[in-house]
């Protein structure tokens, strides 16, 4: 069997380490894939951009690939899942109609109200002075997001109405998010913990992966502007078993029953971000349409079955017939970046010290491969994952191989998993 991975970050690098491990597959390939993924002599790294639905259909009929796997949302919400499936090609990918669960916010937003899922109170807005005045109605903190893809960047939690003011006015009128932020969608804070719930759905069948948090905040203590996320880990405490069970009965078999009530057929990875309040009760922050990243890296760390096999079960419609198996350990990523992310970042670094990280998965993100050395090339540049029996114990690995870790301007934050870490110390 062979496996194309399209996307080219740490997501990719370790849903295409996990693919390598399955019996049943013989070559992997990875477009555009990163340094790593072109270091690593297992992997094939194509060089296609992943919008290039064209030229990436051509690279299945030509090498026989047998399944394509879509790893971020662009070209989900662009119809990837449409073009492979007019040549015959196998593709585990949800339609753009049903991306539009992370594409457009207001339209998540108006689904979940439609068909009961809890969320936070909201409204949607082209206007500043109708979205400042909501913001006002609904007191503090107040959330602003742009309403399109803004590569997890695009929420703001304003803790003063000169805050959500000021979000307001970058979104509709500054254009920080481009076309993505030419509406926006503010809606009430909910207090509690974050966790993020992903499962593989093919129609009303889906199997629930494990559990994660990840930690979005730059900087410790989850202070400062969002990321792309800065680390995660798996399990995540937050998520009893009786949480968990909310979680299906009360979000996603209510989401992809509304999906196909609307005939939306929901087929790949759904990714549900909760809040998770006091007394258990989950409500949606939002949905991605694909796993999530770095929540991908631990759990792919601890995940025991065959990605591939269920993978290929869910574009085939057999889902009824597959489960999912966990290491009872726990896994821990942190994300290495270059000094200035989220903002202006450099790159062209040289990184040294991954073979001295003997305890840690490297999963590579903002990396390139020129001749040998290994160079910084985006904001998120590394993950460094490691399992033990305790998050605490994993915590403790990852930050001992990190100290071997080094190119100019890295930047890590030095308390992932912290709420983990507490409960384990109670």
Request: with cysteine; hydrophobic share 45%.
């Amino acid at each position: 069997m062979k496996i194309l991975v399209v996307g080219a970050g740490g997501r990719e690098h370790a849903l295409a380490w996990k693919f390598l491990q399955s019996a049943k597959v013989t070559d992997v390939f990875v477009a555009p894939g990163n340094g790593g993924i072109a270091a690593d002599s297992r992997l094939n790294q194509i060089d296609i951009d992943v919008m290039d639905f064209d030229a990436l259909s051509q690279l299945v009929l030509d090498q026989a690939i047998d399944l394509t796997v879509v790893g971020p949302e662009g070209p989900l919400v662009a119809g990837i899942q449409a073009h492979f499936s007019a040549k015959g090609l196998a593709c585990l990918a949800p339609s753009a109609e049903a991306a539009q669960l992370e594409g457009s916010k207001s339209f998540t937003k108006e689904f979940m109200q439609r068909h009961r899922i809890p969320t936070a109170a909201f409204q949607a807005f082209t206007e500043i002075n109708e979205a400042e005045a909501y913001a006002r109605s609904l007191g503090l903190p107040v959330v602003i997001k742009a309403d399109g893809l803004a590569a997890g960047k695009g929420v703001v939690v304003a803790q003063t109405i000169e805050e959500a003011d000021a979000a307001i006015n970058d979104m509709l009128a500054g254009n920080v998010y481009g076309e993505a932020g030419s509406k926006v969608v503010v809606e009430a804070f909910l207090p509690g913990e974050e966790a993020s719930f992903i499962v593989l759905a093919d129609g009303d069948q889906y199997l629930v992966f494990a559990t994660s948090q990840d930690h979005k905040a730059i900087f410790d203590g989850d202070q400062g502007p969002n990321t792309g996320g800065m680390g995660a880990y798996s399990p995540a405490p937050i998520v009893t078993k009786a949480v968990s069970q909310r979680v299906c009965d009360e979000i996603i078999e209510p989401t992809l029953k509304g999906l196909l009530a609307e005939q939306i057929h929901y087929t790949g990875f759904l990714y549900a971000g909760l809040m998770i309040n006091d007394e258990g009760a989950p409500s949606v922050v939002e949905f991605n349409c694909r796993f999530g990243d770095p929540e991908t890296q631990p759990i792919m760390m601890r995940l025991q079955s065959d990605l591939a096999e269920v993978c290929l079960a869910a574009v085939e419609h057999r889902l009824d017939q597959q489960s999912l198996v966990f290491s009872d350990e726990a896994a821990l990523a942190v994300v290495v970046a270059s000094q200035g992310y989220p903002g202006d970042y450099a790159t062209g670094a040289v990184i040294s010290g991954l073979d001295a990280a003997l305890h840690s998965q490297i999963f590579h993100a903002g990396t390139k491969l020129e001749e040998d050395d290994l160079k910084v090339n985006g904001g998120r540049v590394l993950a460094l994952v490691a399992c033990a029996p305790t998050v605490a114990k994993a915590q403790a690995i990852v930050y001992q191989d990190l100290e071997r870790v080094q190119f100019e301007g890295q930047y890590y934050r030095r308390d992932i998993g912290y709420r983990a870490v507490a409960r384990e110390g109670i």
